[in-house]
């Protein structure tokens, strides 16, 4: 007999974002991306975090510093970005990103760049900033389709 209670394509996605999310050493804000193409096929995730070859030992990862230079902020690659760089060499165009945290302005431009069409994403606890505010006018814009995720599971249990 067919199963009846599997997950969504949208929680398995966002599943998966939330758990490239744990991939990061951001003690302050973990952040998960995956990006999907029109057949629900996985093309790419990222998650944030420090670029490659600079070590996660010796960047800075505080909020806030005695300079911006002893904070995270100039540093951090972020999980939308991530995964637009890690995909490996196909075309986004027309794509889908799950993102575990609404995309600010950088990230929305990157997005729109390399022609991604979606964005489905789990918070958007930073929508009053300046950086949220741009990032929603671009995609507008742009026509890059918005849609906040509608968990359908409480919750997933993933047992290693």
């Not at 050493?25 to 057949?39: E, F, H, L, P």
């Not at 070590?55 to 972020?78: A, I, N």
Request: aromatic share 10%; with cysteine; hydrophobic share 35%.
């Amino acid at each position: 007999m067919k199963r009846t209670d599997y997950i969504t394509w949208d929680e398995y996605f966002m599943g998966v974002a939330l758990l490239s999310a744990q991939r990061s050493k951001d003690g302050g804000t973990q952040v998960g991306a995956c990006i999907v193409n029109r057949d629900n096929k996985i093309l790419s995730v990222g998650y944030n975090g420090m670029p490659t070859g600079c070590s996660d030992d010796e960047m800075p990862w505080e909020r806030e510093g005695q300079s911006p230079l002893d904070t995270k902020y100039f540093y951090v690659c972020h999980a939308e970005l991530n995964a637009i760089l890690n995909n490996d060499g196909g075309s986004l165009k027309n794509t889908r990103l799950y993102a575990t945290l609404f995309p600010c302005n950088e990230c929305a431009k990157a997005i729109i760049q390399a022609g991604i069409k979606e964005v489905v994403y789990l918070s958007d606890k930073y929508a009053d900033t300046p950086a949220v505010v741009a990032s929603k006018r671009m995609f507008e814009m742009a026509g890059v389709d918005l849609r906040p995720y509608a968990p359908g599971h409480k919750e997933i249990v993933l047992s290693l």
